[in-house]
T-cell receptor
Framework: GDSVTQMEGPVTLSEEACLTI???????????LFWYVQYPGEGLQLLLK?????DKGSNKGFEATYRKETTSFHLEKGSVQVSDSAVYFC??????????FGTGTSLTVIP | NAGVTQTPKFQVLKTGQSMTLQCAQD?????MSWYRQDPGMGLRLIHY???????DQGEVPNGYNVSRSTTEDFPLRLLSAAPSQTSVYFC??????????????FGQGTRLTVV
């Protein structure tokens, strides 16, 4: 079935370090791929998305590229800030009426 | 614009009690859904609705009921709470039933503990 495998956390980085959170997926057809972020005490918010192969989603300095050949959608940021501390969820939508989420990766950025 | 509002934020129930988690959105969204978030398992879909009067089961529907009498509201009912239902529950909505191409908005969550 459809599923998402996400890099285990927690991840702790110093401010201005580079971030990569790995995400791979299994799906039939051509799913859309998403990264959602959950800040402490809040619900999930859409960070970025890509709807077809080779698309690059980007927002707030974060990027992820839809790689169909490697079934991956890794999240990257060149220089993290303390305000990026949150839980990041990779997700896919194969049919349009539900998401399949990864387990989430907790990121803490220290000054 | 309130977005997606969930109540209550926290709840403790005894085994066998019933309760309703409320979810309301003011964005006139067609699609609404309920997820539960458990450690090490991510979010899993419980039930969803593609419009008023229409509901369907997700991945983990057992022990939960839903109804959609209005576009705005999508309550989740636990008929007889069990410790296995201890979780954080999120309600989500989106404008289109095709969520591949539209953003989903999530509520702040309800943390439920069943003792």
């Amino acid at each position: 079935g459809d599923s998402v495998t996400q890099m285990e956390g927690p991840v702790t980085l110093s401010e201005e370090a580079c971030l990569t959170i790995n995400c791979t997926y299994t799906a039939t057809g051509y799913p859309s791929l998403f990264w959602y972020v959950q800040y402490p005490g809040e619900g999930l918010q859409l960070l970025l998305k890509a709807t077809k192969a080779d698309d690059k989603g980007s927002n707030k300095g974060f990027e992820a590229t839809y790689r169909k050949e490697t079934t991956s959608f890794h999240l990257e940021k060149g220089s993290v800030q303390v305000s990026d501390s949150a839980v990041y969820f990779c997700a896919l939508s194969p049919t349009g009426n539900q998401f399949y989420f990864g387990t989430g990766t907790s990121l803490t950025v220290i000054p | 614009n309130a977005g997606v509002t969930q109540t209550p934020k926290f709840q403790v129930l005894k085994t066998g009690q019933s309760m309703t988690l409320q979810c309301a959105q003011d964005m006139n969204h067609e699609y609404m859904s309920w997820y539960r978030q458990d450690p090490g398992m991510g979010l899993r879909l419980i039930h969803y609705s593609v419009g008023a009067g229409i509901t369907d089961q997700g991945e983990v529907p057992n022990g939960y009921n839903v109804s959609r009498s209005t576009t705005e509201d999508f309550p989740l009912r636990l008929l007889s709470a069990a410790p296995s239902q201890t979780s954080v529950y999120f309600c989500a909505s989106s404008y289109s039933i095709n969520i591949q191409n539209t953003e989903a908005f999530f509520g702040q969550g309800t943390r439920l503990t069943v003792v």
